[in-house]
């Protein structure tokens, strides 16, 4: 009877220690959430990684952080925190809203390809969004321009590199008729040295006497 009074013992802390946890990560959940409608969002931040240490499993912690990047121009640091949300939601609505987020984050940081994948993923759990399929429309017109300023960029770079193609080909070419020309007039030197030396009279030679 003792052993067993003394496992309910263990058990009940054990159950008082978890609620006293859970109540201590809500607290600095919320204390965030205080903090990010102040637009304090820096401190928003340490609340909401304060509540990860204490259990990296808690998607609301994950995915306010990442909000609270996002509002810092943070935002290749706030992908990370919701892919991390994304994989521990439980719920369609929670990992819908991390997709959202998360594409909105993609199109921030001009990750348009990115974004439109998470837009669509947002909207195969929640097809009612409308602004996700806004945004999706958004992702795809700026995807579609950098793809032709990706292409006219190539288009320029060719053609410099033809013109540097060319450019150095006729320096070749000039370099070539430079010495073409300076061996033609050393011929045309040595012609007429000769034709000069052949006008010369001719010395007679002194008899002996």
Partial sequence: MKTKRLFLVIGYLSF????????????????????????????????????LEKDITTVPGHFNLGNSLYRQNKYEESLKSYQDAIEKAETKSAKAQSYYNLGNAHLKANKYEDAVKSFVESLKLNASDQ????????????????????????????????????????????????????????????????????????????KQM
């Fill in 131 to 206: 602004d996700a399929k806004y945004n999706l429309s958004y992702a795809l017109e700026k995807l579609k321009q950098q793809q032709e300023e990706q292409k006219n960029q190539k288009k320029s770079d060719k053609n410099q590199d033809k013109d540097k193609q060319d450019q150095n080909k006729q320096d070749e070419n000039k370099k070539e008729q430079g010495k073409q020309d300076q061996s033609k007039q050393e011929q045309q030197d040595q012609q007429q040295q000769n034709q000069n030396q052949q006008q010369q009279p001719q010395q007679k030679q002194d």
């Fill in 16 to 51: 008082v220690v978890g609620i006293a946890q859970a109540q201590s990560i809500r607290s600095l959940v919320n204390g965030g959430n205080d903090l990010y409608e102040e637009k304090k969002f820096a401190d928003a931040e340490v609340n909401y990684k304060k509540a």
